[in-house]
């Protein structure tokens, strides 16, 4: 090996280690009523200082600082482009700042960055005033206040609903959340920021593929989009290259085309499946996004530059297909229906093979929200055969994650969603798609293969002794909530094919081999240890793992130990 190849390889692996290592992770379970018990309240309040903040007035720490250090930074301190050397000292400074907000108060904070940094008193004064007020806020509550006021049929204070993180002003706990007004989707914020994801997204495929993706299946969903103001709407729109244009009420209601000279790209064909949620709370958005293909659709541009026209043009020549049917894309629940069920064949292993777990999405998902040439608003019509057409089409299937908090092994509805539309495509275009995800909450925009997702999300909680112990500390419900976190690991094998053995193996050193931890955790809840056993057997079955005999007589044995003992 080439010594720069080797260093590029040890390069890699420290990015790796540091993605890791500075990934936040919720180490235990919230408790209603209780406040927040953050350990790691200086790592949060670090990361909500890494944002400015232009509607607080707040600037980000790590800009104050490296404008104090007269350090000519651009817009994004966290650049690979910045010399580490420069990046550690920031950061140590950040840090430092951030403890003794949290030791001692919010002027020994001011001071430490006035003294080491040079920072401006008055900015550094608003930006911890901010972080203290946060500091504060995350230990009251009013959980059990409020919900005995509710009972009583008083009124309770809304709030905005959001990730810590993205806004703080979701703090105090206990709220009424409130929604956003479908009308304001997506934010300026929002569409400003989707810019840089789309981007990124497309680049990714890029290299990987050596073109652009000639269709995209989006996954959206009605609180993400309430959090984010929008941006998986505004992404959709990026990759069809459009902006959304206010009327004169200020409601984002029409279409306008960003012209091929500026986008400098091709538009991408979006298929859009949205939950029920989404549907249910943003029709007005729904409307704006079928406008915005039927626009693009229409657009006298050279196929290889419209790959929507080329997808509609040859639908309408193949299948004899009317435009209004050929230009359906955005596809969610019948009326009064959620969800897609995957989760529930694949928590109750009751499915044949891959195949039918991405027919039951489009069994669920398939119906059309459109409006059509006469300006006919059709809502819910069942239309397999469109989705079957559109999803054959696609090459890479995505989802933007909104929250530090909930991620794609948290809870079943990622891979529901994302493996389900993942599995459809694959069935349909005869080819798997690629597979992306990114969280649009790091200053940096990162997007990421579900591979590389799985394996982080493993590494940072599942396997990782910070989030397993902060969820034993719970007894039972924190065995169920590790032995949860293993069946959604598998559901990503079973829609999507997307673990690696390792993980399967790691997870039974850790959690069956270990006699110390076996016995505990089956002190704690025997039924999801036997669960989480039957469950990693199912993975060999099913052949997404194959590890050796021993290891699978082991487990087996101790499914039948583990009956013994919950009997008992
Ligand atoms: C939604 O907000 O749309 C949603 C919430 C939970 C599961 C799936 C979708
Ligand atoms: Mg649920």
């Excluded at 608003?377 to 559109?390: F, H, K, V, W, Y």
């Amino acid at each position: 090996m080439m010594s720069s190849e080797r260093d590029a390889r040890v390069y890699q692996l420290y990015e790796q280690l540091r993605e890791i290592e500075q990934r936040l992770i919720p180490t235990g379970l919230h408790v209603f009523g209780r406040a927040a018990e953050l350990k790691e309240k200086a790592d949060l309040l670090r990361m909500v200082a890494s944002f400015d903040r232009p509607e607080l007035g707040a600037q980000a720490l790590p800009r104050l600082v490296a404008e104090g250090l007269q350090l000519a930074l651009d817009e994004q301190p966290f650049q690979d482009t910045v010399e580490s050397e420069t990046k550690a000292l920031i950061d140590e400074i950040v840090t430092e700042s951030i403890n003794r907000l949290c030791d001692e108060d919010c002027e020994a904070a001011v001071n430490l960055l006035m003294s080491r940094a040079n920072v401006d008193r008055e900015k550094a004064r608003t930006t911890c005033t901010l972080l203290a007020n946060i500091s504060d806020q995350l230990e009251a509550s009013f959980e059990l206040e409020s919900l005995m006021r509710a009972l009583r049929g008083e009124y309770i204070q809304p709030g905005p609903g959001a990730d810590i993180i993205q806004n703080p002003l979701v703090l105090p706990t206990g709220r009424n959340t409130h929604a956003v007004n479908p009308y304001s989707i997506p934010s300026r914020s929002a569409f400003q920021r989707a810019k840089q994801t789309t981007e990124a997204l497309l680049h990714r495929y890029r290299e990987e593929h050596g073109r652009y993706p000639r269709a995209m299946a989006l996954v959206l969903w009605g609180l993400d989009n309430i959090k984010t103001q929008g941006e998986g709407v505004a992404q959709a729109l990026w990759l069809l290259g459009v902006r959304p244009v206010r009327d004169a009420l200020n409601r984002a209601t029409e279409i306008e085309v960003i012209a091929l000279e500026e986008l400098n790209r091709p538009r991408i064909d979006v298929v859009m499946t949205v939950s029920g949620i989404f549907r249910d709370l943003f029709a007005p958005t729904m409307a704006l996004l079928d406008k915005a293909v039927r626009r693009v659709a229409e657009l006298n541009e050279p196929p290889e530059m419209n790959y929507v026209r080329r997808n509609v043009t040859e639908r309408m020549n193949e299948a004899a297909s009317p435009f209004d049917d050929a230009v359906t894309r955005v596809f969610s629940n019948a009326p009064g229906n959620y969800g897609t069920n995957v989760n529930f064949m694949v928590m109750q292993s009751e499915w044949e093979d891959a195949t039918s777990l991405g027919d039951l999405f489009v069994t669920r998902k398939s119906f059309a929200y459109t409006r059509d040439s006469q300006g006919r608003t059709i809502e819910g019509r069942e239309a397999r055969e469109l989705m079957d057409d559109a999803l054959s089409r696609v090459e890479a299937t995505y989802q933007n994650i909104d929250s530090f908090e909930v991620g794609i092994t948290d809870v079943d509805h990622y891979f529901e969603y994302l493996g389900g539309v993942s599995r459809a495509v694959e069935v349909r275009s005869k080819s798997r798609p690629a597979i992306y995800l990114s969280d649009s909450l790091s200053p940096q925009t990162k997007i990421r293969s579900l591979e590389e997702t799985v394996r982080l999300e493993t590494r940072t909680k599942t396997l990782n002794p910070k989030w397993y112990e902060g969820m034993l500390r719970h007894g039972f419900r924190g065995v169920a909530e590790i032995e949860n976190h293993v069946a959604n690991t598998f559901g990503w094998s079973a829609t999507a094919d997307a673990v690696d053995s390792w993980i399967y193996t790691e997870i039974s050193n850790t959690f069956l081999l270990n006699e110390e931890m076996l016995e505990r955790l089956i002190e704690l809840n025997p039924y999801s240890v036997q669960s989480l056993a039957k469950r990693l057997l199912e993975a060999h079955e099913r052949g997404y793992w194959n590890p050796d005999e021993n290891l699978l007589e082991q487990i087996r044995e101790l499914v039948d130990k583990v009956k013994e003992s919950s009997r008992s």
